[in-house]
Structure formats: structure tokens, C-alpha cells
């Protein structure tokens, strides 16, 4: 395999306030260039605390990160000012789950694109609005021309998200961050959005880290998947490994309290208990408490991930794991 | 035993009479036009058609659900309902009685006959109450000695699977969202109500503590022979949980009828396309076309004659001249759509058809 575009490694995230959390407990993963990674899991799983990781939103007084982000050839944990600046939104962009907070409410989103753009690149100002124009077109949002000039409040959650998405493409960026872009929508305009980011993502040819709870919206967009569990990878591998034959048991569980074809008469098959408490994460697996195969092992020792049998590239972090590890 | 209990569990009409018949439900909200500022002038009033005209009926231990995308009206409709706002007309019917109208049952026994859990399980519980205090408040408000209420409450906290002695005195922001929306179904229940509106009570947990919550749902309805009107916009979820569904798009219902009938033999394009818009579960299978194309319409002046027709590949020029009527389909006369297609005598078969810009091909 060539380099990937993304590689994080072993990355630790704590925040400190009055309670503190350790978000994020050695995450790592490589995304290939071109390709999309659905990142799932439930809340407080760490997804979105990932995401932001990688564009170092979060506060630096409350937080204390360790591990390593590189993007291409850049080193994001070692980045600061300027070069921070035009990481963000050039090399990487994020589109977030509410358009209707990420937009300043007081300028129109063709004035927001133009300034996206013009913070980032020196061109002229009609330059800047052609290429604006050109992205609300691309986004398919009707009369491009017209809603360049409207406020985000004058246009429907649809349309917002696809000039939110518009906005995150400005600068041409290698790396799309989406957290959670279609919870918020409404079924018959999430299908859309999902549609259009598969496509500009095949146009374009950019990696897209695609951050969900909902299994069916990241099986429609992405290549891999990677399940996360109180602020660990527990199991990642193609779409159809980690959907079609579940390795871990947290994943597995998840899968089956997805109601899709549950026959009526029946219980549903729910996971006991409730998502770990951050702020004090048991000392082995985060899962075990819940798990119906925890053993003492379980509690004590934090399992790693190890590759599975049939794919290499298919991973699970589990003692024991529903399927057999590749090298037993 | 007291008051309260003796009203509350009482049948009246026998099994074949519906538990709660709905008839001609409208509401209208009116729009202010910029009138935030008194400077600025007015223009014309206008109205959202939040409910137009909605008739339906639940029968006894039957679960309905309610599907539609945002602005449908069935939130509102929940609403009026539950008599939390007013309707500008039409009538409820509860197991016979006409509900708050002469000769029928007063507002406050029908209150206690239906109770209501919502999707924000933080916002509706009172922050300054214990978990008990807030399950006891309501049998205390129509009259329980407060000793019975706590009592009720604490066995009603460990039916819902939390232990009384535990999470009686927390207080709500001491609790996970799953169990919050465990004390407010307990708190639901402290009624001993016949019919409960569920307003996409488990839509905001996440999908391991969504599938217990649902699974006490369902024991609750057995033990207690509930009646659940189950307003969610996951069709999974809706096609496992109910007994018939209800689809509503732009404050009317299109479609009602079994949830066989509605999930394999849809009869109103938008049932179609709103079922064709679930993400598929199977990465070799993936959604290839949007069903539909743009925002569900806004429903301040919903267009004329078909509400949908705007949306609709079918669509002809008969659908812009009049409203199709609801129509039965099948024998037993369970099933209902309202789309001229169905209809031989709407001249939809002759009429033209009707240029449409956002519908895809």
C-alpha cells in the first residue's frame, strides 16, 4: 500500500475542568488518499473528539494531547499560528452536524465562501465569487447565482448543509472531515446529501472522514468503517467485514440493536447497561461491564487490535473476538 | 383505593369501540410578518398549515405510528391531542365520550386517561425535583394521599428497571438520557393512563439504550394493555413497534393503514419515496437515486389541489386542480391513501402531464 494521506498514532486526548475525561485513549488509523472512513459509534464514544483532533479545535488550556497526526507531509500536532491557519480549511476542512450554528448568521454564505477563500489564497475578489459560484453549483443548490447572496436563515436545512459543504470544499481540501453532516436533516434530504458527498468525493478524489451513529448513513458513503467505544478503536475493516461479520461483541450488539428486520413478535436483542463514564474508565476493556463474553482477562487487560482471519485489514480489539484472529 | 385509580382504568365502550377517534383536527398557526419591530410594516397575514384537517382512529392495545418529515404536522398533531394547545376545530372522541364538551368527559378525567412522553428527556422533567417527588407530583395534583403517591412512585421506578432506593432522590441531571426517559414513561404511567403519545421518545438515545427502552415499552404495553400513539421519523423502529402507520406530509394524512400494507404495498408516492430514502444496510447494495429532490415544502400556503404534487415523478395537471379525496383500498377497509392514482373517477388516467421542475425522472 502507498503512504496514506492520513496516519494517526497512539493518540491520547484528556480534558481537564472540574471533571476530568480521558476522551480519547491511543487512537490510531491510516486513511488511504481517496478514501472514505466511517467512523461510528454512539455518544462519548470519542468520533467527533477525534475529528476535532485532527483540526486542534479544541481549547489547549483544557486539553492535554499526546500522540502523533501527520497529514501528506505535515506534522499537525507541531503546528501553530499561520500555519495552523492554513491547515485548517486548506489542507483539511470540517463540515459540522448543524450548518445553521457553523454559518455567521449577519453575512451572506457567498460573502462567508469569498472570505474562506480569499483567507487562504491571493486572488482578486471576482475570482473568489466565480469560484464561490462555481462551488454552490457543484454543491446542487438551484439558482446558485441568487442564494450566493441570501442569508443562511433565508435557505432550508437541505441547502445550508450543501453550502456548508460548498464552504468546506473552497480551498480545495485533501482531507473532508464531515461530523455527523446528515443527523440533523430530514430522511428524504439526508439521502441527498449522502448522495452528493459520495459524489464530490469520486469527483474530486479527496479522503473523507465521515463521523456517524447511524450505521446505515456511513454503510451508503464509506470504504472502511471503524466502531469506537469509550475513546478507543475497537474494530475497523471494509464496510462489508465489519458490517456482515461483526468481530467484536460491542459491534456485533450494535448491529443487532439496529432494528432492520427484527420480526415484530420478538424482544429486541438490546445490550445491557450503559456507554462508560469517561472520567473513569475501567482499567481493561471499556465494554467488558456490558459484555456477555467478558472474562477476568477482560477486566483487567486492555486488549489490542489484531487482525482477523479472511482479511488482514479487518481489526478487533477483543479478547474474545467472534471470529478467529488471523494469527492465533 | 382511591379516586383517581377508579376513573382511570374504567372501559366503557368494549373492545370493538375505538380508544380514541380524532375527527376534522385543524390547526392554523398565524405568522407575525416582521412583527418584532414596530417600525417595520406589516404584510400580509398568513397562516402555517400546521394540521389540516385530520381524522383517525386508535383502537384498543393497538399501537399507531406516525411517520412524516418535519413540518408534517405530527408533532402538532400530538399536541392537540393531548390538549396541550387548542384546536381551531374538530372533535376528539375518547372510548365513546366526547372529550370536554357538553354531556361528555371533563378535560381533567381525560387528561389522566392519556399521558405524553417527549423526545427531550432533560427538558421535560423539573431540574428542582427528585426523581420520586417527580413521578409523585401528578397522582398528588388530582388528589392521592402524598404517602400513596410516593409509594406509587417507587414501584413504578423499579418496573422501569431503576432501582428506587438508588435513583429516587437523584435529581435529573444526575441521570444518563436512557434514564431519564425510563422516569418519564414511570412518570407517564403514575396515571394508570389508557393511552400514551410516545413524540419520538427514543430518538434521542443512542441505539444499544434505544433498543432496551423500546423493549420496556413493549413489556409495559402487555402488563398494562396500553394504547401507544408512536410518532417517530426511524422507519425501522416504526415498522417493529407498530401496529398500523400513519404517514403525514404537509399537515394531512396521505397514507394509514396496516403496517404490512404500508411497508410492502405503499399506495401514495411519498409513502414510496420517504421508505426509499432509508440508508440501505448492505455496502453491495448501496442507494444509487435520490427518491425525491429538494426540502419538504415549507407549510405556510401549502400549494393547491395535491400537497405533494410539487415533489411527485407522477404527477399530472388534474393533481394542481383538485385535492384528491382519502380513499379505502382494500376490502376490510383498512387501508387509505389520498393520491388521485387510486382514484378511477378523479380523471387522472386522461390528464395531462404536469411539467415539473424538482421532481427526478
Redesign the interface.
Known amino acids: 500500500m502507498s503512504k496514506p494521506l492520513l496516519s494517526v498514532r497512539d493518540l491520547n486526548v484528556r480534558f481537564h475542568g472540574e471533571r476530568n475525561a480521558s476522551a480519547l485513549n491511543g487512537v490510531s488509523f491510516d486513511l488511504a488518499e481517496g478514501e472514505v472512513l466511517g467512523l461510528l459509534g454512539e455518544s462519548g464514544s470519542g468520533k467527533s473528539v477525534t475529528l476535532r483532533t485532527l483540526l486542534k479545535l479544541h481549547p489547549p488550556a483544557r486539553t492535554s494531547m499526546s500522540g502523533h497526526i501527520r497529514v501528506g507531509d505535515t506534522d499537525v500536532m507541531a503546528l501553530q499560528g499561520r500555519a495552523l491557519e492554513q491547515y485548517r480549511g486548506g489542507m483539511a476542512s470540517m463540515v459540522f452536524q448543524d450548518p445553521g450554528l457553523a454559518f455567521d448568521p449577519l453575512y451572506t454564505v457567498g460573502e462567508q465562501i469569498v472570505e474562506t477563500i480569499l483567507a487562504h489564497e491571493r486572488i482578486g475578489a471576482d475570482a473568489a465569487r466565480a469560484r464561490a459560484l462555481e462551488l454552490m453549483e457543484r454543491v446542487q443548490i438551484p439558482q446558485a447565482r441568487r442564494r450566493l447572496d441570501a442569508y443562511p436563515f433565508e435557505m432550508s436545512g437541505g441547502m445550508r448543509q450543501r453550502a456548508m459543504i460548498a464552504l468546506a470544499l473552497a480551498c480545495r481540501p485533501k482531507l473532508l472531515l464531515a461530523d455527523e453532516p446528515t443527523t440533523a436533516l430530514d430522511a428524504t434530504v439526508q439521502i441527498q446529501v449522502l448522495l452528493l458527498l459520495r459524489e464530490l468525493q469520486r469527483e474530486l478524489g479527496m479522503s473523507v472522514i465521515f463521523v456517524t451513529h447511524d450505521i446505515g448513513a456511513a454503510v451508503e458513503v464509506s470504504d472502511r468503517l471503524a466502531v469506537m467505544y469509550g475513546g478507543r478503536i475497537v474494530e475497523e475493516g471494509s464496510v462489508a467485514d465489519v458490517v456482515q461479520r461483526p468481530a467484536h461483541p460491542y459491534t456485533a450488539g450494535l448491529l443487532a440493536s439496529t432494528v432492520v428486520d427484527v420480526p415484530r413478535d420478538q424482544a429486541l436483542p438490546a445490550i445491557p447497561g450503559a456507554p462508560p463514564d469517561l472520567a473513569a474508565l475501567p482499567p481493561g476493556c471499556a465494554f467488558a461491564p456490558r459484555c456477555a463474553h467478558a472474562s477476568a482477562q477482560c477486566r483487567e487487560q486492555v486488549p489490542a487490535l489484531q487482525a482477523m482471519e479472511g482479511d488482514e485489514r479487518h481489526r478487533a480489539a477483543c479478547w474474545h473476538a467472534l471470529l478467529q484472529p488471523a494469527h492465533a | 383505593m382511591s379516586a383517581l385509580e377508579q376513573s382511570a382504568v374504567a372501559d366503557r365502550g368494549g373492545p370493538a369501540q375505538p380508544l380514541l377517534s380524532v375527527k376534522g383536527l385543524q390547526k392554523h398557526f398565524p405568522v407575525r410578518e416582521s412583527g418584532a419591530l414596530p417600525w417595520v410594516k406589516k404584510g400580509p397575514a398568513r397562516k402555517v398549515h400546521a394540521v389540516d384537517g385530520v381524522d383517525f382512529a386508535v383502537a384498543k392495545g393497538e399501537t399507531l405510528g406516525i411517520v412524516g ?2 413540518g408534517c404536522g405530527k408533532s402538532t398533531t400530538a399536541r392537540l391531542i393531548a390538549r396541550l394547545i387548542d384546536a381551531d376545530q374538530g372533535s376528539l372522541v375518547f372510548d365513546g365520550e366526547g372529550v370536554a364538551e357538553f354531556g361528555g368527559m371533563a378535560l381533567k378525567d381525560y387528561r389522566r386517561n392519556l399521558q405524553m412522553v417527549f423526545q427531550d428527556s432533560f427538558a421535560s422533567l423539573n431540574p428542582r425535583l427528585t426523581m420520586e417527588e417527580a413521578i409523585a407530583f401528578g397522582p398528588r395534583a388530582h388528589g392521592l394521599p402524598a404517602r400513596e403517591a410516593s409509594a406509587r412512585a417507587r414501584a413504578l421506578l423499579a418496573r422501569v428497571g431503576l432501582a428506587p432506593e438508588q435513583f429516587g432522590g437523584r435529581y435529573a441531571h444526575e441521570l ?4 431519564r426517559q425510563r422516569v418519564n414513561i414511570a412518570r407517564a404511567l403514575a396515571f394508570e393512563p389508557r393511552l400514551l403519545i410516545l413524540d419520538e421518545a427514543v430518538a434521542a438515545l ?7 427502552v ?2 420496556l415499552l ?1 413489556e409495559l404495553k402487555e402488563e398494562r394493555g396500553l394504547t401507544y400513539l408512536f410518532i417517530s ?5 416504526v ?3 407498530s401496529d398500523r402507520v400513519m404517514v403525514m406530509y404537509l399537515g394531512q394524512v396521505v397514507e394509514i393503514g396496516p ?1 404490512e400494507a404500508i411497508y410492502g404495498a405503499a399506495r401514495h408516492p411519498y409513502t414510496s ?2 421508505l426509499s ?8 447494495n ?2 444509487q ?8 415544502p415549507n407549510p405556510i400556503d401549502p400549494p393547491a389541489g395535491c400537497r405533494f404534487r410539487d415533489r411527485c415523478v407522477h404527477a399530472r395537471a388534474v393533481c394542481a386542480e383538485q385535492a384528491p379525496r382519502m380513499l379505502p383500498l382494500d376490502a376490510d377497509g383498512r387501508h387509505f391513501a389520498r393520491c388521485h392514482m387510486n382514484d378511477l373517477a378523479s380523471g387522472y388516467a386522461s390528464s395531462a402531464p404536469a411539467a415539473n421542475p424538482e421532481a427526478v425522472q
Open positions: 418529515e418535519s444518563s438520557g436512557g434514564q443512542d441505539k444499544s439504550v434505544q433498543a432496551q423500546l423493549n413493549r421519523h426511524d422507519l425501522h423502529v415498522r417493529y413497534f403496517v419515496a420517504l430514502a432509508v440508508p440501505s444496510m448492505d455496502p453491495a448501496r442507494t437515486r435520490s427518491p425525491l429532490a429538494g426540502d419538504p
